[in-house]
């Protein structure tokens, strides 16, 4: 083990829980790697409050001891790296599913200047029992599926546990998840701020424990796909919203100069009706996703490009307001005409359809004016200078990829 003042490269990181049946054997896996590589090393064990003796074990074999009192696998690999004095950081579950004792592909990538370096354990190989079939078809395709569509990045196993990185890039992106969903906040932060990322294969063994693993697949899947909704704005409001506003609006549009026909099904004022409803969904929908990024920008967890910033300019929060106004008083003057024109007929009985037909545009303009006015002031509200954003937070504040890397295949950058 070297020591607190020598110059360390590598961390090989495992969080732990009561892994006292697999801890030794990985810690050893670990050890034998960095004799056989003579790359300066340290174990780090991140115990999260094991109660059946394996802090002893680590020490016992010369394995480093970081306690984090935050229950989570999230929380425990924070304070690992934290507490790690490498360079690097290579992090792995202590269950004897990941073989310690094969890094190299890692620290070459590493070494050539990737950031994070992601295991593909379906390019490596998958030991018979090691996964659940519902991970391996389902689970991990679905999610790394989605991850790559919202993010870009062409990495094909998302949730992989043994990865590499540098230890101050990852430090620097700030990650605050505690639990499962660390190993999705990892990758797309990381892909947001820029670092170069890559993938190596990597094998996957049954784990040697006789418990259940602490994994919950529902729970936690849905935790990850949560996450990545939740990072992705576009696709879960903006892209939706502009379908609906787009199709709501203009089959509005056209019903409101009369009745349609389209393969012999006839489409009227019902139609319209519920094409409004859509109408407006969408609109918020999209209202939503300029929310949420502006709220992203403020609190410093999701970039912010020129086309946004650009657009959050033009549409200042008086233009707002005055857009709004402009759309309710539209409407409030259409639905009074509509009312006076009853009342010059004495208020006898309407014809329902072309009644509807005018009310609609009404109820829309009123709906969409007042919602404008209510978003602008909460974007308002969002936008306002304090403290907090005259010094942003910098998550992402992450030096220039080496251009020496940067240029290395697509089939592994985005």
């Not at 395709?141 to 101050?168: A, K, W």
């Not at 605050?176 to 094998?203: C, Q």
């Not at 300029?290 to 910033?309: N, S």
């Amino acid at each position: 083990m070297p020591s607190s003042t020598e110059n360390v490269e590598l961390s090989i990181l495992m969080p732990c829980l009561n892994e006292a049946e697999t801890l030794a054997v990985c810690i050893r896996k670990a050890q034998r790697y960095l004799e056989r590589s003579g790359i300066v090393g340290e174990v780090v064990i991140a115990d999260n409050g094991s109660t059946d003796g394996s802090q002893d074990i680590a020490r016992s074999l010369g394995a480093r001891v970081v306690p984090v009192a935050q229950r989570g696998y999230g929380a425990a690999l924070i304070g690992g790296t934290q507490a790690a004095r490498g360079r690097y950081v290579i992090m792995g579950d202590a269950d004897d599913s990941y073989d310690f004792s094969r890094l190299d592909a890692f620290v070459e990538k590493l070494r050539e200047g990737y950031q994070l370096v992601m295991g593909n354990r379906f390019r490596g190989g998958i030991a018979p029992g090691a996964m659940p079939p519902l991970h391996k078809y389902l689970g991990n395709p679905v999610l790394s599926g989605i991850g790559r569509l919202f993010f870009n990045r062409h990495i094909r196993d998302f949730h992989c546990g043994m990865r590499g990185y540098d230890r101050e890039a990852v430090l620097r992106l700030r990650l605050v998840t505690t639990g499962m969903e660390y190993a999705s906040e990892m990758v797309v932060r990381a892909s947001l701020a820029g670092l170069a990322v890559t993938e190596v294969p990597t094998t996957l063994d049954k784990d040697g424990r006789s418990r259940p693993p602490h994994l919950r697949s529902w729970r936690d899947g849905w935790r990850h796909l949560r996450f990545l909704l939740l990072y992705a704005p576009r696709w879960l409001f903006l892209y939706p919203g502009l379908v609906a506003l787009t199709l709501g609006g203009l089959s509005t549009l056209v019903l409101m100069l009369g009745p349609r026909e389209v393969g012999g099904i006839g489409f009227d004022s019902v139609t319209m009706i519920y094409t409004s409803a859509i109408t407006v969904l969408g609109y918020q929908a999209v209202v939503f996703s300029i929310l949420t990024k502006l709220y992203a920008a403020r609190e410093g967890f999701l970039p912010v490009g020129p086309r946004f910033r650009w657009l959050s300019n033009l549409f200042t929060l008086e233009r707002g307001l005055v857009l709004g106004l402009v759309i309710f008083v539209l409407g409030l003057v259409v639905g009074i005409a509509q009312v006076l024109g009853w009342g010059g007929s004495g208020f006898g009985e309407l014809d329902t359809i072309r009644a509807t037909r005018v009310a609609v545009p009404v109820m829309l303009g009123l709906t969409l004016g007042f919602f404008t006015l209510m978003a602008s002031m909460f974007a308002g509200a969002l936008t306002v200078a304090t403290r907090s954003t005259a010094h942003p937070t910098p998550m992402l504040d992450i030096p220039a990829v080496d251009e020496t890397v940067a240029g290395q295949g697509e089939e592994v950058r985005s």
